[in-house]
């Protein structure tokens, strides 16, 4: 897609941030304990004793090997991502690579030259659809040879050319799908898809229990033998087509443009998902199977479409032109929020960008959209690709659970470009990557609002049964199981990227730059006066052998944890790491907060500039400090570490913490070993 002047200005200033040098700023802090920056990590050997598990992503073994250099490497992510603002398969190249997969099928060439040529022939549309039922091994049926004669008398051409590409892609996509599923019979990838598109709770239901169900065993098989980087391949060139579609259209002349605005409709049954073509007029889209959707014109309402709906349904592509549309499950959902409904929860399927054993994309490119579901999509994947892009308007996206950049086993991602946009979920959303997932929320320009509600609650936490679970806004998530069935798996990648705007963050437990059980998870907010608030397990935190990390570079910011391990927190082998680069900033914090660690933790907070004020309702843990764990066992040798940095401003300090404060050094044994490496302990530096 083409970038407009000012987004080109916005992409070049998200990307120009300076390197930087952490192992300057931490120097002077770490030698009160004969500390070197390169010396703060766990002992890989002690790590691997205590976390067994299975399918950790490249990018979790490489953080986890140099903390403090977490900032050098979330900016090199960033920089990746951010591109997909003009060019969306970007996501899925850079997701792919964070879990481990490399995809980079525009490397040497474009991979859909072929598919474009053909799309550019005499009666493309016909031969693309003649191809489909080719590749399907079915005869076409005299019905659909009218209906390909009406829609090649009433589509306009740019439509049935660009038409006809897709076609193609999703002809070829279908075979890659079909290649990495090989391994896995008939019988297994049918109900591998039951599976994957069950409710959300009825999903983890199946999946839980200290013995291992068939449900279980039947997902441990499919990870073990899908194909990943063929599966992928496929969704890499269906985001391609979706992008050179969009400049395809974008770049039509002022009368085709006009045509565009004009009423026609025309429909092609396949084997695959019905053919929709249409335009200049309000329409209504049912929920049934879709191939592909083009509507160029109206304000339109989706019932259906941009997802897979069934396993032959393996590609689904919705590209809408123009319009303020409404995108909604039905009628009734879409009437009112979700948390407003009662008898709310997860429906079973997948909608509007969510794709099963398969690729979906949902792309929309003016207007101001509703997008309202209790089924897993708006950029999520299960076994798949799925992306669904926003170029412009003031959008609402309400969605219940696995929503708004999520992915299991693939990539999902949402990508919004402008507007002032407002962003609800309960739970596993808005930039949330589950077991080899990938999920990204982009959003590029605008003031927004990111919710994952702390009530009413859906999924009581553990930590606190009166607030929700949410793994959002940068979540990554992992399934333990050392004290079910033994069959634990890493988390995968979560980002939450917001490039501008001033921005509100609300959510329950676990949000805001989160990681569990060998996931990561990411928020990074560029520019803005921010506010965020969480409960516990928030805003650079991490447990269980996780990594958390929440970077802000410019505004005057907010931040406040309710109740514990929040603000660059590391809790259980883990990492957590908040870092804000400017502004004056404010800081209401709990116990475990603010440079806290706990039980072999590392946790790490900076603020480099500002006139901040920090508040604290607990001595616990926090402005740099660790708590003492296993006196007698291995575990006391095992590093902990609590680390503060404010390096500027005339920063404000509660009267509590008498040991912090303006122009101070401290440091805080736990437990002080011969070696500082083998040691617990906290430090903290105002300057």
Known sequence: MRLRPALCSLWLAATAFGQLNTDALFRETLAQANLSPQEVRFDLRLFDYFFRTQDTTPLFEMLLRDPLRLPYY?????????????????????????????????????????????????????????????????????????????????????????????????????????????????????????????????????????????ELLLLERALEKADLPRLLAGGHDCALAVQQSLEAFQKADAPMKEVFGKPFEATIDTPWGLI?????????????????????????TYYGGGATTALENAVSLLLDLAGDDRYADDAETLGKPIVEREGRGGKAGMAFGGAALGYAVLADLAG?????????????????????????????????????????????????REGRDQYACFYEAQG???????????????????????????????????????MAQGAGYGRRADYSDGRSWAGGVGVLI????????TCGVFGQGVGYWGGVGMLIDLQGDDGREGTWYVQGAAAHFAIGYL?????????????????????DFSIGYHIDFAGNDEYNAPSLALGGANANGIGIFVDLAGDDLYQARSKDANFGRANPIGRGTLRERGFALGLFLDAGGNDSYPPSVEFAGNGRNWIVWAIQNERPTESQLGMGTDR
Not at 438 to 450: K, P, R
């Open 551 to 571: 970077e802000d570079r410019l505004g005057n910011d907010r931040t406040l944890a309710a109740l514990n391990m929040a603000i660059g927190a590391g809790h």
């Open 368 to 416: 101001d959209e509703v997008y309202r579901t209790q089924a897993a999509g708006l950029g999520a994947a299960r076994f798949g690709v799925a992306l669904l892009l926003d170029l412009a308007g003031n959008d609402t996206y309400d969605g219940y659970a696995f929503v708004q950049g999520a992915g299991l086993a693939g990539v999902g991602a949402l990508i919004d």
């Open 276 to 300: 929709r073509l249409c335009g200049g007029a309000n329409d209504t889209h049912p929920r049934q199977p879709y191939l592909l959707l083009i509507d160029t014109g109206g304000n339109d």
């Open 498 to 505: 917001d490039v501008q705007g001033s921005d509100r963050y």
């Open 74 to 214: 979330a900016e090199r992510l960033r920089n990746s991502l951010v591109g997909a603002v003009g060019r969306p398969v970007a996501a899925v190249e850079s997701g792919a690579s964070a879990i481990g997969v490399s995809v980079r099928r525009t490397l040497v060439g474009d991979p859909l030259q072929a598919a474009r040529e053909r799309a550019n022939a005499p009666n493309a549309l016909e031969n693309a659809v003649v191809a489909l039922y080719e590749a399907a091994k079915t005869p076409i049926p005299p019905a659909v040879r009218q209906q390909l004669q009406r829609a090649q008398r009433d589509a306009p051409e740019t439509v049935q050319r660009e038409a006809a590409f897709l076609i193609y892609v999703a002809i070829d996509a279908r075979r890659w799908r079909d290649a990495a599923l090989r391994d896995l019979t008939p019988d297994e990838q049918r109900a591998l898809f039951q599976l994957l598109t069950l409710p959300i709770k009825a999903f983890e239901g199946a999946l839980s229990g200290a013995e291992p169900s068939a």
């Open 432 to 470: 949330f990557g589950a077991v080899k997932g990938f999920g990204l929320l982009l959003d590029a320009l605008g003031d927004e609002t990111y919710t994952a509600h702390p009530t009413p609650v859906e999924f009581p936490s553990p930590q606190t049964a009166e607030r929700n679970v949410s």
